[in-house]
């Protein structure tokens, strides 16, 4: 499990978290999103602990991870910027590794070079940016690690490579209850990766919910009046817009709840169409500023 409590890190001056919180099951696929400088990258940081918080917790099973190499050593971290020796090549930085990791697995290094299929004579530095995420992995995974953490983690990957890798990534979930933190922009690969996920905005979480409980808890309704109608009162309405006589809610609440609610005003139409995580992302934080106008038209 991972856990992260009261986190606050500040910059000359400028809070890049401000008492942060986050949960993560152990054996959970874990998607950490929100806009650009909320802080995201930060907290990564802190995690794969590249940085010391100012105050706050955070643990992995129970354990600082800061200056603490046996927490780091079940622990494998892939930024967006891959890191590597200028001289090295694959094979150079396998080595390295398996110095540095005791789980490190040769036959699980052999094995995923099949996949791969990078020559680890290669230098690093001569590989394209997709090349070097495709030897990150290949790398990362014959760590066996117990938590992966990922930063914009495909960007960069193929198509192809991009189901490579993360099928890759869910069968270490599947079987051996690895625990994966990631964050990306792609919200739409997250949503059919993530079983959990946490909204940040301004270093704070916004909030932090199984993605089934998100999705269930917030709805797109479609309607339309013979004369204009009237909505119930009680209604928490997070964006409303309107195409002639059909308006379309983005609401608050459970589906059936909902629907119930507005039949009884005795509509024309009525539909409630399934929200995706990135509608879900632009509607929750809309009351934050970042509401984008008539996205749903």
């Known amino acids: 499990m991972i856990q992260v409590r009261d986190l606050v890190k500040s910059f000359e001056g400028f809070r890049a978290l401000d008492g942060l919180n986050i ?39 129970g354990q600082p991870v800061y200056e603490n190499p046996a927490v780091k050593s079940r622990l494998a971290y892939i930024p967006d910027d891959i890191f590597y020796y200028t001289q090295a090549s694959i094979r150079d930085m396998m080595h390295f590794y398996r110095e540095l990791y005791p789980t490190f697995n040769e036959d699980v290094f052999e094995s995923l070079g099949q996949i791969f299929q990078l020559n680890p004579k290669r230098m690093m530095r001569r590989l394209s940016k997709g090349q070097q995420k495709q030897a990150a992995f290949w790398l990362a995974l014959s760590l066996r690690p117990e938590v992966v953490i990922l930063d914009e983690p495909v960007d960069g990957l193929d198509p192809v490579m991009r189901r490579q890798v993360w099928s890759l990534l869910l069968s270490d979930v599947a ?52 004369d204009g109608g009237q909505l119930p009162e009680d209604l928490e309405i997070l964006h409303r817009s309107a195409t002639g006589r059909l308006q379309q809610l983005i609401l608050r609440g459970t589906a059936e709840e909902l629907s119930g609610k507005l039949r009884a005003t005795d509509p024309l139409f009525l539909d409630v169409v399934p929200l995706s995580l990135e509608e879900i992302f632009i509607y929750e934080l809309g009351g934050a500023g970042h509401e984008v106008q008539n996205i749903l038209l």
Do not use: F
Request: with cysteine; charged share 25%; net charge negative.
């Open 175 to 226: 079987e051996r209850g690895t625990t994966v933190l990631v964050s990306s922009h792609n919200l739409r690969e997250l949503e059919d990766v993530c079983d959990h996920v946490g909204i940040m905005d301004h270093g704070k979480m916004l909030l932090e919910r199984s993605l089934s409980e998100l999705q269930d808890n917030i709805v797109k309704i479609q309607l339309a009046y013979a």
């Open 23 to 61: 949960t993560v099951p152990k054996g959970a696929v874990y998607g950490l999103v929100g806009p650009n400088g909320a802080g995201k990258s930060t907290v990564i940081r802190h995690l794969a602990g590249i940085y010391r918080q100012d105050s706050g917790e955070i643990l992995i099973d």
